[in-house]
C-alpha cells in the first residue's frame, strides 16, 4: 500500500480534496465455514472458494473440493486508502 498521507500515489489521476488525509487501512477477513451451499456438479458437490473485493483489490481463498459445507480457517487481507476530513 501506499505510505499513509501519500494521496497522489494512492490514486492517480483523481483530483484531491484540499483538505483531508489519506490515512491506509488493512482489512482482515477470517473464513471460518459454510454451510449447505448448493450443489454444482453432477454428483451433489461443489468445489467452493470464498472471494472478497474491496476497490481493485481482490483475495481469494483456497479451494474446498468436494463439499457443500467447506471449513477454511484462514485469513484474507486487503488494503484500502480512506480519505479522513478534518473540519
Not at 463439499?67 to 485469513?75: G, L, V
Request: glycine content about 6%; proline content about 8%; aromatic content about 6%.
Amino acid at each position: 500500500p501506499p505510505p499513509i498521507g501519500d494521496a497522489q500515489n494512492a490514486m492517480p489521476g483523481y483530483s484531491i480534496p484540499t483538505r483531508g488525509k489519506l490515512v491506509a487501512y488493512e482489512l482482515r477477513l477470517l473464513l471460518f465455514q459454510a454451510r449447505n451451499l448448493p450443489a454444482t456438479d453432477d454428483n451433489g458437490v461443489t468445489d467452493a472458494f470464498a472471494i472478497a473485493k474491496i476497490g481493485h483489490q481482490l483475495a481469494r481463498s483456497s479451494v474446498q473440493r468436494a463439499t457443500t459445507s467447506p471449513q477454511w480457517y484462514e485469513a484474507l487481507g486487503l488494503h484500502a486508502c480512506i480519505l479522513c476530513m478534518h473540519i
